[in-house]
């Protein structure tokens, strides 16, 4: 059984899933929390992934106590009646963190995908970094996907047995959608705004995450704003916001106004790929970006002050930047203004694999 509840967790098991399918060695279930309702459902459309159970739990802004509350009471009763011999859960959410508990209750074996990833400090990011540590002491198997989450591990007491290293589901996903077409809505905004004729120079953000709530999402909007501004005819932002009303808010307030900054709502899988794939730059506090802007070769600045994903920073795409508006506003500039800085980055190397994570996984579980 694969229990998922968000967008990224969606993308990254779609491969497994659809090898699992595929393997007559495997009776795969498919249940969602559907923590992230629309997000959500766009990626199984995308994977052609029909669930057998969907929890459908999503409630507006809710915190998270009432939705750990809702998985534990939700999912137990499937458990019980579908007795799975394995749970596979990817990453970091509250799902994850809620099903391998209830797992380990039901005493089901549980397989963690991208296991090992680690800032070192609880609040960062929160509540991933502790979700992350739960799975980790209730998994019976550990899919880590570099080196670096091995040792990790490894630094845990966690016995190298139970430990596999299979690169990044990402890169499977990515492999896949890279080969579509693009969208003809983004084939047109990139027309639109000068970017196919090479007239300006795109600039993705995306920025959404719990602990930049408040004070730190002013200071990317401002930074935003100023970088916009002295850069009026050279770069066009596009925002895909975030559906939470703590970042909708404040970032219509800030940067609606500003005409080189065009705010989209949430993309579908496809359509955001393949803007990312025809920026210049990147500015996220996303960790499923940080290894799609790696996967890609796109020079990336990470709005955070830590990272669980420090490869893609050993391997030069990625810079951390945190949340000071100076800070984001003078790496920014950098990019922009230093070509031997952006060649750097844009010719990085990618720790994550190259797209057969997934059989790895499945030729482990056999």
């Given at each position: ?14 491969p497994?899933i ?16 559907a ?53 596979l859960?990817q ?12 797992a ?9 995908v ?41 630094r ?17 996903a ?9 969208p ?8 639109q ?32 704003k ?39 709502p ?7 790929v ?34 669980e ?48 994570a997934a ?5 482990f579980l056999?």
């Amino acid at each position: 059984m694969t229990v998922f509840g968000t967008r990224p967790e969606a993308i990254k098991l779609a491969p497994i899933i659809q090898l699992l399918q595929k393997d007559n060695r495997f009776e795969p279930l498919v249940v969602v929390t559907a923590q992230h309702r629309e997000m959500l459902d766009q990626v199984l459309d995308l994977f052609s992934i029909k669930p057998h159970r969907d929890l459908d739990l999503m409630k507006e802004n809710q915190d998270l106590a009432s939705l750990t509350a809702s998985i534990f009471t939700h999912l137990d009763p499937v458990l019980k009646e579908m007795q799975p011999d394995w749970l596979l859960v990817q990453g970091d959410t509250t799902t994850v963190m809620a099903a391998t508990l209830n797992a380990y209750y039901r005493k089901i074996k549980i397989g963690h995908v991208e296991a090992g990833l680690r800032t070192g400090n609880k609040w960062q990011p929160f509540p991933e970094e502790i979700n992350r540590r739960i799975a980790s002491v209730t998994a019976d198997m550990h899919f880590a996907p570099t080196e670096w989450a091995r040792e990790n591990l490894l630094r845990e007491g966690i016995p190298d047995e139970l430990i596999k290293v299979t690169g990044n589901t990402i890169i499977d996903a990515l492999t896949q959608i890279t080969k579509m077409p693009m969208p003809t809505q983004i084939e047109k905004l990139l027309a639109q705004k000068g970017i196919l004729s090479k007239q300006k120079k795109l600039i993705v953000v995306t920025a959404h995450r719990r602990e930049n709530f408040g004070q730190p999402i002013k200071n990317i909007c401002t930074a935003l704003k100023k970088l916009a501004k002295k850069y009026h005819n050279e770069i066009e932002i596009v925002y895909p916001v975030h559906l939470n009303p703590n970042i909708q808010k404040p970032v219509h307030a800030s940067l609606a106004d500003t005409d080189n900054i065009t705010l989209l709502p949430p993309l579908e899988y496809v359509s955001l790929v393949h803007l990312l794939k025809h920026a210049y730059m990147i500015l996220t506090d996303s960790g499923g970006i940080q290894e799609e802007a790696t996967g890609l070769g796109v020079p990336c600045l990470v709005m955070r002050s830590v990272t669980e994903r420090p490869e893609g920073i050993e391997a030069g795409v990625l810079k951390l930047v945190g949340t000071d508006t100076a800070s984001i506003l003078a790496e920014s500039e950098t990019l922009l203004n230093s070509r031997d800085t952006y060649q750097r980055m844009a010719q990085a190397s990618n720790p994550y694999g190259i797209g057969h994570a997934a059989e790895k996984i499945i030729t482990f579980l056999a």
